[in-house]
Antibody
């Protein structure tokens, strides 16, 4: 059974750095095709993809947030960490981590990586940014 | 890149069929068969319902089906049931720069 659980502070002050940890079980991030993504959802609003790290330690970030985000993994601990700098009240949201499926496909004779679905998701952790 | 466009709300009576659209561009939905759909009940985490446009994960009812035409993907729920009342989000792979785009979300109401 695959499970993921997010942990981190419930409250951060503006300009502070947020550090969230995703602890997972039931799969290994050293297995080809396995990835973990972070996704957030402000209260009453839509989902927003933030970042992904794959089995080869390739990292990808939301274009609009890439200067503030860092994703890393500790394969031995089955953990993925997301840091977001310079937090602002608009960053108040529930933050989810989710297992993501990646794959390598040969396109035009060259291997290309594609990233697919999110399943399952963690329960989410609400982070409020306020002074 | 902007979020994919979904209708804000769709409703139907029990037993009816409804369809939720998800409109993107030729850079995301139109370029890849990597569209997925998620169901989210209030206060809960999203659940994968459809992946790769039309595939159903194990355990998901066959009342849920997906399709795609051009830059628009669709989720159809047939035989609508009270438990289907939830928010639904589409998501598409959008290339190695943006990676993933979610839709704006659709609230499904069972009348």
């Amino acid at each position: 059974q695959v499970t993921l659980r997010e942990s981190g502070p419930a409250l951060v002050k503006p300009t502070q750095t947020l550090t969230l940890t995703c602890t997972f079980s039931g799969f290994s991030l050293s297995t080809s095709g396995m990835c973990v993504s972070w996704i957030r959802q402000p209260p009453g609003k839509a989902l927003e993809w933030l970042a992904l790290i794959d089995w080869d330690d390739d990292k990808y970030y939301s274009t609009s947030l890439k200067t503030r985000l860092t994703i890393s993994k500790d394969t031995s601990k089955n953990q993925v960490v997301l840091t977001m700098t310079n937090m602002d009240p608009v960053d108040t949201a529930t933050y989810y981590c989710a297992r993501t499926r990646g794959m390598i496909v040969v396109v035009g004779g060259k291997p290309r990586r594609f990233y697919n679905w999110f399943d399952p998701w963690g329960q989410g952790t609400l982070v409020t940014v306020s002074s | 890149q902007s979020a994919l466009t979904q209708p804000a709300s769709v409703s139907g009576s029990p037993g009816q069929s409804i369809t939720i659209s998800c409109t993107g561009t030729s850079s995301d939905v139109g370029s890849y068969n990597l569209v997925s759909w998620y169901q989210q009940h209030p206060g809960k985490a999203p659940k994968l319902m459809i992946y790769e446009v039309s595939k159903r994960p194990s355990g998901v009812s066959n009342r849920f089906s997906g399709s795609k035409s051009g830059n628009t993907a669709s989720l159809t729920i047939s035989g609508l049931q009270a438990e289907d009342e939830a928010d639904y989000y589409c998501c598409s792979y959008a290339g190695s720069s943006t990676l993933h785009l979610f839709g704006t979300g659709t609230k499904v109401t069972v009348l």
